[in-house]
């Protein structure tokens, strides 16, 4: 048997608020925006660019519930970690678009870490692994 998964949802208000975020300033890849009339919603799927692992699918909360849960997806845990081949690229780059960093960039004997909240709050790990022990 082989699995993988595909697609992470990740809350969000409004679905071009966050493709600005994501896209703009995080400059993610728009995957697929398609409009669902059935149930008035977009099927909004983004990856980090050359990225062919899972990807993260826009949902926006259309519930009190959902909408309470909006950056707190994981009780103020770190939620998702990106890799990259290159940190300080990435950092400064994030830096310079505003994206927040409530840790800054640290050396760890596994690799480089820093991490940074979404335009709602939820946090992420950017990390540069380091060589294989």
């Known amino acids: 048997m082989q699995q993988s998964l595909a697609l992470v949802a990740l809350l969000v208000r409004d679905y071009d608020e966050a493709l600005a975020f994501f896209v703009g300033d995080l400059g993610f890849v728009l995957v697929e925006d ?19 692992g899972t990807r993260i699918l826009l949902a926006r909360a259309s519930t009190p519930e959902q909408t309470a849960r909006l950056g707190d997806q994981s009780a103020g845990r770190v939620f998702l970690f990106l890799h990259t081949d290159d940190i300080r690229r990435d950092y400064a780059r994030y830096r310079a678009k505003g994206v927040e960093f409530v840790r800054p960039l640290t050396e760890e004997p596994w690799g480089q870490v820093a991490v940074f909240t ?5 946090l992420w790990d950017l990390i540069q692994p380091g060589p294989p022990a």
Do not use: C, E
């Open 34 to 52: 398609t409009f669902m009339p059935q149930q008035n919603k977009r099927w909004v799927v983004i990856a980090p660019p050359a990225s062919s």
């Open 118 to 122: 979404d335009l709602y709050g939820n």
